[in-house]
Structure formats: structure tokens, C-alpha cells
């Protein structure tokens, strides 16, 4: 931000927006894998985010009445919350879950759609995705949707109405990074709504990575909460976000194979 | 009457409603959806809706996932 105000011919960002709400913040962050909810908490507020995703689940029926939930300590008044449909199969399951995340979250109409295929890849199971955004959108839902780096299915999800398409870089929890940047170029190319990266990110650099490549925002959960110290990694993202963007906007060098001195060679003495 | 709550069995007073099993769990006031044979009955309908004989009913809540 800072070197917008040094530099006034740049030109400014836009705002991201969602269903409507700027967000100053493109980093999007999952609340799963933390030690304790303090950690989350102190996680999730060092990453910047605005946008936070929950899981659905039984309540724990045994529990001390007075023990703290996710969403006192995620108050909804302060970060828009994004409910998932994670651990999904069906079509059927996901929408089941995003009306029971809308009667939970006082019909906030938000979520995000993830309708896996495979235990193993966690990969997205494309033809339910569909099907389940279909019903969503008709229902009313705000869908930001987890899918493949796969173009075309990437423009159809948003032809069907959804309000973000979010390939992922590699599978859930992996770390691998991105790897499909030029799949992920193509999407960016076509979009017209925001295209988040969701899944795949491993350390900061991933992050950049994404966000140079012209995303809108990059969404992840693992890369921080199993980070040796998940607190310094959700600061290093929130910097990496920054970074990546401030790179894309600013437009990169073209790449040359051979070399181009940077000093001159005129007035050389020797 | 028995009717299964989060998929455990659970004997409840006769024409008892949402709200009373949510009374009896400790869980009044919590934030959480419920579902009964899988329709969502709204916060606004805990009081009035009356649980029968064999409902399947489910609490859910957030939380941390990504």
C-alpha cells in the first residue's frame, strides 16, 4: 500500500470484492489443523484475513456448556465467515450442508463449495460441483467454488453463477505449490468473476507465486496452521499476498535468455 | 419417546419440542443448526416444533476446516 502513496503513477488496486463487500485483504485462511482455538485465533489475526472458512459438524453433545466455540473467538460480527462444504461426496451432502451453514449462520448466504471425489487426492468431483452449484445458485447461495485447474469447467462454474472460481494448485494439504501456472493463467483470462487459488500453497513463495500470476486471492489452511510456527507463517503470507499482487500490478520484466548489463558501459576507464 | 440425536439414541418426555431437547443438551442459546429427518427447522421454530417417535435429529455447529 505504501508504495502506491510513494509512487502516485501506479495505478491504484481495486478493492476485492465479494457478494457485494470490499475486503482489503486477499488472503483468505482456513481455521482447521490449529493446536487450540488461542492459536487460531492469534494465527488468523496475523494473517490479515477477513474471510475465514468453517467446517459443519455434529456438535459434540457431551461438552462444558462454557467451553468456547470457533465463531466466539471468529466473531461473525468481525470476519465474514465462509462455511464449507469439506468431507462432501455428493451433491446432495453439499447442499444439505450449506443450508444447515445458512440457518446456523442466520441466513448468511456465503459458502463454499467443495464436493471432493477421492479419499486420497481430496480431488474435486466435477460433475457434482456442478450439480450441487446448480441448486445452490437457484437457492439463492453466494457459491465461491473449489475446483480443478481445468478452464473450460472453470468457466462454466461461473457461467452457472457462481460468484468466485477457486482452482486449486495442487491437492488439499499437499504443499506442492502451483503447479499449473499456465492453466491457471488461462482462467484468469477468461473470468470475469475472481479467481482465488484454494488449496496447494506450502510456504510463502506459493503464495506470491499465485497472486503474480493475476489471482484475485489465495485461499489456504494447512501452509499456515502446520507451519513450525503457524503464527510468523500467517504474517510471512499476509506479506507473500501483498507482494505477489504489488509484482502483478506492477507488471513483471520480460524474460530474456541471455544477459543485459544493468550498469553502463559508457565511461568505463579501464 | 426415543429419537436419535446426532446418531445416538436418546429418550426424551412425550411431545417434547426442539427447544426442550436443546434445553436438555445444554445447548440453548449455542450457535447451531438443527435438523430434523432432514429438514431444517429454524431457530424461530425451536419452540413450537414437536419432536415424534423415531426422529432423526441433527445439532451442528462450525468448526476449524478449511
Redesign the interface.
Known amino acids: 500500500m505504501s508504495a502506491v502513496q510513494e509512487h502516485p503513477s501506479l495505478p491504484e488496486d481495486k478493492p476485492l470484492v465479494l457478494d457485494g463487500k470490499r475486503y482489503e485483504s486477499r488472503l483468505l485462511v482456513g481455521t482447521g489443523k490449529y493446536r487450540d482455538l488461542e492459536e487460531t485465533r492469534l494465527a488468523i489475526e496475523a494473517s490479515g484475513a477477513e474471510i475465514v472458512t468453517v467446517a459443519v459438524r455434529r456438535t459434540n453433545l457431551g461438552q462444558n456448556p462454557d467451553e468456547p466455540n470457533l465463531l466466539d473467538v471468529l466473531p461473525p460480527e468481525r470476519y465474514t465467515i465462509l462455511p464449507n462444504t469439506a468431507g462432501c461426496y455428493t451433491a446432495e451432502d453439499a447442499v444439505r450442508t450449506c443450508r444447515l451453514a445458512r440457518e446456523l449462520l442466520d441466513g448468511h448466504n456465503l459458502v463454499k463449495l467443495e464436493v471432493l471425489g477421492d479419499e486420497k487426492t481430496l480431488y474435486p468431483n466435477v460433475t457434482e460441483t456442478l450439480a450441487a452449484a446448480e441448486t445452490l445458485v437457484k437457492d439463492g447461495f453466494k457459491v465461491m467454488v473449489y475446483t480443478t485447474d481445468d478452464p473450460l469447467i472453470a468457466q462454466r462454474l461461473e457461467e452457472m453463477g457462481c460468484i468466485a472460481v477457486m482452482p486449486l494448485g495442487a491437492p488439499i494439504g499437499s504443499g506442492l505449490g502451483i503447479r499449473n501456472p499456465y492453466n491457471i493463467r488461462m482462467i484468469l483470462e477468461n473470468a470475469k468473476v475472481p479467481v482465488l487459488v484454494d488449496a496447494g500453497v506450502g510456504t510463502a513463495s506459493d503464495a506470491t507465486i499465485a497472486m503474480e500470476l493475476g489471482c484475485d486471492g489465495v485461499l489456504m489452511n494447512t501452509a499456515i496452521a502446520q507451519a513450525g510456527d503457524p503464527i510468523r507463517m500467517a504474517r510471512a503470507m499476509k506479506l507473500a499476498i501483498e507482494s505477489g499482487r504489488e509484482a502483478w500490478l506492477a507488471g513483471r520484466m520480460p524474460r530474456k535468455l541471455y544477459a543485459s548489463a544493468s550498469s553502463p558501459l559508457e565511461g568505463t576507464f579501464f | 419417546m426415543q429419537v436419535i440425536?446426532?446418531?445416538?439414541p436418546m429418550t426424551l418426555a412425550d411431545a417434547s419440542s426442539v427447544a426442550d431437547l436443546l434445553n436438555q443438551?445444554?445447548?440453548t442459546g449455542?450457535?447451531?443448526?438443527?435438523?430434523v429427518n432432514?429438514e431444517?427447522v429454524?431457530?424461530s421454530q425451536h419452540d413450537q416444533h414437536r419432536l415424534r417417535e423415531g426422529d432423526r435429529v441433527?445439532?451442528?455447529?462450525?468448526?476449524?476446516?478449511?
Open positions: 440425536v446426532n446418531g445416538e443438551l445444554t445447548l449455542r450457535r447451531i443448526a438443527v435438523e432432514l431444517i429454524p431457530r441433527e445439532v451442528v455447529g462450525a468448526i476449524g476446516g478449511g
